[in-house]
């Protein structure tokens, strides 16, 4: 009893901190307002009924995630104390770089960013826990290693916004230990840890039985060494234009509503959303709701948002970006609802909807965790028949047609909506609405998962199967605004420019993110991780946008100077071979 009458204080004292007063939740007075239970399993929660229980169980896992953040603050609070007292008194006492050694904690984080639900948001745990993010590479499943850049771009946020340090725990036998070093370290990773844990007769969570995963591991810090020079402490030469946000809101319903399809299916979305971009060559910043409603968001050219619900105060700050010229992107059933689960009508005008439906589901996706990968040819998780309707008609805004497997919104738009592209039936798939200055596009399916649907096959080629004619429907709005800075001739290949702030060395970073199970490799066994094929590129064409005074570019991984040629202010690289990745040194 005594526990729980400290939850609630604290509860209250948390929500009174936040400006909120017991009428927000229905009631008259604090003592009515608790935390709920919302993670025992219900088949019919009181919260979907009530809207103000609703506002009270996403608060209640808000604040689950701020009380486990604040088991670390103390620790943090200690390590600034520490660091400011040394960088005083032993400033005579520094190390060969000439910075003040400091203390950083790195506690280790699970990859809960990316994998099923979970209550720990990495934005809002770092605001309080910490001095430094770090996370473990744990997922096994080779077409969604990309996937690590995305988290490596949290982490370059986070040490932006929030002056953490940033480090990564790099599991070579969970595969890409090459790509994997480079997405971390071309995005101010300072620390990287070759992960094992045994021993290998007891855990096998080791690599130091496996000779494949040996050789990657010494590939990796060959490389590594070659160019520390200019990639320990570098930054990206150019800051990011596109912003993407998957909204924690949306994933604290998805929990709160029992994981329901059209919640699911808006969740996975936003990953594979990442993945167009990052295929496209788009240098992206993932901001959250907090960042969205409090930052100033005019340095974006256009903001991504992949969720169904977010926050009153993130959307009138979403509203005001758009009226002040900003793009807006969104799809799935995005934008929908608030954190009470009410319907978002503040952004209704700024869609050029004049209604929002839940969309009609014909598949149930399935939660990715860390080593499988769905198809969506599963009969046991099909809900319903694709209508003949449903397929999507080539237009302007996109080459291709094709026919959605997940499901689709049916998207009202008013009369001064652009509708860009057209389900078979004759309802809106894309639309294009003016609003203030800005624009808003919104996509009545969810594409990320689409774009993801034809590499979902047991002989996948991931060259060959993410095709850009579906690619078009997350990045076209983008194209038209934002030029890559490194641009390749292979969409599987990413690139970053950095700069050495302290020697002013500048590098690109090439990570081949491409896999495949040729039928050779194939295996009822289910072990496909183990058997997949790394997709080396030949005659790689790389375009660097803005590098300027290159005389020279040397290859680290060939060991050899590079041919290139200029053109209006850009340089343009040949490159006859890259395996998982290179480093190319400008000089």
């Known amino acids: 009893v005594y526990k729980r009458q400290g939850c609630i204080r604290a509860f209250q004292a948390w929500l009174k901190a936040k400006g909120l007063t017991p009428s927000d939740f229905g009631v008259s007075d604090w003592s009515q307002v608790q935390p709920l239970n919302v993670w025992s399993a219900q088949s019919d929660p009181p919260w979907l009924r009530d809207p103000d229980l609703a506002l009270a169980a996403y608060y209640t896992r808000d604040f689950n995630n701020y009380a486990t953040a604040m088991l670390f603050t103390r620790l943090r609070d200690a390590f600034a104390q520490a660091n400011s007292k040394s960088a005083a008194q032993n400033a005579s006492e520094k190390d060969r770089s000439g910075r003040t050694p400091k203390i950083y904690s790195y506690a280790l984080r699970g990859n809960t960013f990316l994998m099923k639900g979970h209550s720990l ?102 490389l590594l060494g070659r160019a520390e020079d200019t990639l320990y402490g570098a930054n990206w030469t150019n800051r990011a234009e596109i912003a993407v ?50 930052k100033d968001l005019s340095c974006y050219k256009i903001i991504y948002v992949s969720g169904s619900h977010i926050t009153q105060h993130a959307a ?107 389900f078979a039936d004759g309802s ?46 997350v990045t076209a709005p983008a194209v038209r605004l934002v ?16 700069r050495n702030s302290q020697n002013g060395s500048r590098a690109v970073t090439l990570a081949n993110w491409a896999y495949g199970m040729p039928e050779s490799l194939q295996s009822k066994s289910g072990r496909q991780g183990a058997m997949v094929t790394h997709l080396p590129v030949e005659n790689l064409s790389i375009t660097v946008h803005g590098a300027r005074d290159v005389r020279r570019v040397t290859s680290c991984m060939l060991e050899r100077p590079l041919a290139f040629s200029v053109s209006h202010g850009d340089i343009i690289i040949q490159l006859p071979l890259l395996e998982e990745g290179d480093v190319l040194l400008l000089q």
């Open 121 to 222: 948001d990495f934005f809002d745990f770092y605001r309080w826990a910490d001095n430094a993010v770090v996370y473990e590479t744990s997922n096994r499943e080779p077409r969604i290693w990309g996937w690590d850049s995305y988290l490596c771009d949290v982490q370059r946020v986070l040490g932006r916004e929030m002056g953490l340090a940033q480090g990564i725990y790099i599991k070579p036998h969970r595969g890409a230990p090459v790509q994997r070093m480079l997405a971390a370290v071309s995005r101010g990773n300072t620390m990287l840890y070759w992960y094992t844990y045994g021993p290998d007769y007891k855990k096998g969570d080791s690599f130091s039985q496996d000779p494949e995963a040996l050789r990657l591991v010494s590939k990796a810090a060959h």
């Open 245 to 294: 946000v998957k909204p924690e809101t949306t994933q604290r319903w998805m929990n709160l509503s029992g994981n329901p399809p059209h919640l699911t299916a808006a969740w996975e979305n936003a990953k594979w959303v990442y993945s167009a971009l990052q295929h496209a060559h788009l240098p992206v910043d993932p901001i959250d709701e907090h960042m969205l409603a409090e």
């Open 316 to 422: 009138k700050a979403l509203r005001r970006y758009v009226e002040q010229g900003g793009t807006l992107y969104t799809s799935g059933w995005g934008l929908a609802c608030d954190e009470a689960n009410r319907p978002l009508d503040i952004l209704q005008p700024v869609l050029g909807l004049t209604d929002r439906r839940e969309p009609e589901m014909w598949y149930r996706v399935e939660l990715y965790g860390a080593s499988r990968l769905e198809p969506y040819d599963d009969p046991k998780r099909s809900l319903a028949p694709v209508p003949l309707g449903a397929k999507i008609t080539a237009g302007d805004f996109t080459p291709g047609s094709f026919a959605p497997r997940i499901g689709r919104e049916s998207l009202q738009p008013d009369a001064r909506t652009q509708i860009l592209a057209e």
């Open 428 to 473: 809106a798939a894309v639309t294009r609405n003016p609003f203030g200055r800005g624009q808003a596009y919104v996509v009545g399916f969810f594409p990320g998962l689409e774009y993801s649907a034809s590499v979902r096959r047991v002989d996948y080629d991931m060259r060959r199967d993410f095709e850009a004619a579906r690619r078009c429907f």
């Open 483 to 498: 030029t890559p800075v490194v641009d390749t001739s292979d969409p599987l290949v990413e690139g970053v420019l950095v």
